[in-house]
């Protein structure tokens, strides 16, 4: 079935430092791939998606590239802020199927220190 | 992107009563689903609820566990029944477009709904 493999945190960064969080997907066709982003005592939010082989999603300084190669959508920020500090989660809607339910990775946490 | 509503935004119940939550949209969606978060935890689909058919269930959710209301397009209730401190999670509904203009099934969630049983 499909599956997400997000990178183990948590990731503790300083600020002004340059963030990659890895995510790797099996899945069947070609999925749409997405990042949302849970920030203390908040729901999910989208921070971005990518539809298709080399898509480049970004939002708020983030940005992931939809590698078919590698099976990948890293996401990346060049300077975090201590505002970023969340919980980010990689998920993949694969096509086909009546549902098309996302599924999840498990979640990095995101400290950024002042 | 839709607007997702939740009631309520969090609460403390008793082991063995039941606990209604509420989701309001602001547009008229097809499908909606209800999801668990445990402590800590990634997110876990229980049901996909469509409007005028009877919600689908995962694997290890069960509807007198968490039955399921979809009267309209843009709203939609969970119940959790019968409550453990197993329970105690935070609860969010989405909504998968795509609406006017937008190709890309792309779920959009509410706030949660923070559940804590003693």
Redesign the interface.
Known sequence: GDSVTQMEGPVTLSEEAFLTINCTYTATGYP?L?W?VQYPG?????LL?A?KADDKGSNKGFEATYRKETTSFHLEKGSVQVSDSAVY?CAL?ARGGS????T????TQLTVLP | SAVISQKPSRDICQRGTSLTIQCQVDSQVTMMFWYRQQPGQSLTLIATANQGSEATYESGFVIDKFPISRPNLTFSTLTVSNMSPEDSSIYLCSVRSPWTGEKTDTQYFGPGTRLTVL
Do not use: N, P
């Open positions: 749409s997405f949302y908040e729901g999910l939010q989208l998606k539809t989660f809607s549902a098309r339910q996302l999840f990775g498990s979640g």
